[in-house]
């Protein structure tokens, strides 16, 4: 999610869910993570990004959900397909073609009964690319860091912590200009979930939130372009970036990854 720049979380308190507001999240987690796997399952050089798009849409309407992307904002498309030096929000074209050594980060999100659900994966087309394999890798590795501070009661800041913690001995860079969010019946809830550290500890988690962790990762420098079709984000130096994002529920213990049923590192 876009902030500093131009925020979008919504003006609204931090909402802790209901039971029944859980379990509709559950299923639209679900939905979302078997959209992911038919995508993923699908990804061949040749295909367009467009057509990425197409099948997203269509998955995610078989479903009886809404594609939450299409239209937010103005956003043209279900899917957003980032290849290589593009972060996120990678505008699907029919003149885009996935070749084999890409880095194709595909991010997806629904509303199943009036419930969001929100996420992302990075694949290296062919795994042919070792130094792109090991960003997708460090990418999903450093969600899981994050996300393993985010119990009930520790401090929101403490997921950037652990994030920073992972990702600075590496070499990456951390994406600064785009952040997690809270997630619900919008998209966008507070709070706002950096994936770097803090100078504040921010709000204290509770059980019953949930949140979209999203680390965004460079493989040289954390800075980032925005091109002029007001979307696509892409790396200063124009080396690669990997994305990775689930939405979570926080629990007493280890959060529940909604959009990963199982909570399986697919
Ligand atoms: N995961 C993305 C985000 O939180 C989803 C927004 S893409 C948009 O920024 F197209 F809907 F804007
Ligand atoms: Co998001």
């Given at each position: 999610m876009r902030c500093l720049r131009r925020c979008w979380v919504k003006k609204m308190p931090v909402t802790i869910k209901t039971e029944h507001e859980i379990e509709l999240m559950r299923v639209a987690g679900r939905y979302l993570a078997e959209v992911h796997?038919?995508?993923?399952?699908?990804?061949?050089?040749?295909?367009?990004?467009?057509?990425?798009?197409?099948?997203?849409e269509k998955l995610i309407r078989k479903r009886g959900c809404i594609p939450s992307f299409l239209g937010y904002s103005g956003y043209p498309a279900s899917i957003c397909v980032s290849l290589n030096e593009e972060v996120v929000?990678?505008?699907?074209?029919?003149?885009r073609f996935i070749q084999e050594g890409d880095l194709v980060s595909l991010d997806a999100g629904l509303i199943y009964k009036g419930f969001q659900s929100d996420a992302a994966r990075s694949y290296v087309i062919g795994n042919c690319d070792e130094a792109k394999m090991k960003l997708v890798e460090a990418?999903?590795?450093a969600f899981f860091r994050g996300i393993a501070a985010a119990t009930d009661g520790a401090h929101l800041h403490d997921i950037g912590a652990a994030i920073s913690d992972y990702i600075e001995p590496l070499g990456y860079?951390?994406?600064e200009d785009l952040?997690?969010?809270?997630?619900?019946?919008?998209?966008?809830?507070?709070?706002?979930?950096?994936?770097?550290?803090?100078r504040s500890r921010g709000i204290r988690l509770r059980k019953g939130m949930t949140i979209a962790v999203e680390p965004m990762i460079n493989m040289g420098t954390w800075?980032?372009?925005?091109?002029?079709?007001?979307?696509?984000?892409?790396t200063a130096d124009r080396k690669p970036s990997a994305h990775?994002?689930?939405?979570?529920?926080i629990t007493?213990?280890?959060?529940?990854?909604?959009?990963?049923?199982?909570g399986r590192r697919s």
């Open positions: 796997e038919e995508l993923a399952a699908a990804l061949k050089p040749g295909m367009t990004t467009k057509d990425i798009d197409r099948l997203g929000h990678g505008i699907p074209s029919d003149k990418t999903k590795e860079g951390i994406v952040v997690g969010h809270g997630i619900g019946r919008e998209m966008h809830e507070p709070p706002e979930v950096p994936n770097f550290r803090q800075q980032v372009d925005f091109l002029d079709d007001g979307w696509t984000t892409l990775y994002e689930n939405t979570i529920l007493d213990g280890a959060p529940e990854i909604l959009s990963l049923p199982g």
